[in-house]
């Protein structure tokens, strides 16, 4: 593939987003999932990135805000809410790229910890690991090796612990059903 770049999404770009989203998942429920955190103002777009390739949005990454509440502690992180890459352009590096890109841009802004509903095949690489091994669980059933968190700082995992609170979006989509 010639090369693409990466950029945040632009208001025109929410069309392009859902349907990149529709094809690579052959569904449309994590479409929704970007459109309803948009409604619900959940979407800040330096954390919402775009891969464009010849003037066509091939891929898109977006992260959210979650807490992770351990009775009256609530430490604000990020869920790494949707990936996904254009199957024509699937397994060329637009997902490593994108993904690193939003991390990087994470961890400008201040964040300390990811956390992702993903496969336990793709996102070690990048340094997720099994989140209950932390001690941070997740709000409904779900297998351990799926629910991953990753710490943008050393030791950003310690002595946290607790369960994810997700914006309503993902309920209101029902996101988190396998
Ligand atoms: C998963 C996805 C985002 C990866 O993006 P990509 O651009 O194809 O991936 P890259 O080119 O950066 O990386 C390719 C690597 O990812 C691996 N990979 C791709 N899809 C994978 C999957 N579903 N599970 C595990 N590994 C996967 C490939 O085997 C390859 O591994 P290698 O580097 O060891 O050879 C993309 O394939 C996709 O959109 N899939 C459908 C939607 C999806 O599953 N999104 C993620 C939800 S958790």
Known sequence: MDSFFIRPEEPEDAPAIFEVHRQAFAQDRESRLVDALRDEGDINPDLSLVAVHDGRIIGHILFCPI????????????????????QDYQGMGTGKALTEAGLSECRRLGNRIVIVIGHPGYYPRFGFTIA?????????????????ALPLKPGALDGIGGTVRYPPAFDAVGAHIA
């Open 132 to 148: 209950r091994e932390s001690h941070i669980l997740a709000p409904f059933p779900c297998a351990d090796d799926v629910f991953m």
């Open 67 to 86: 807490t992770i509440v351990s009775g009256t502690v609530e430490t604000p992180a990020l869920a790494l809410a949707t990936l996904s890459v254009h």
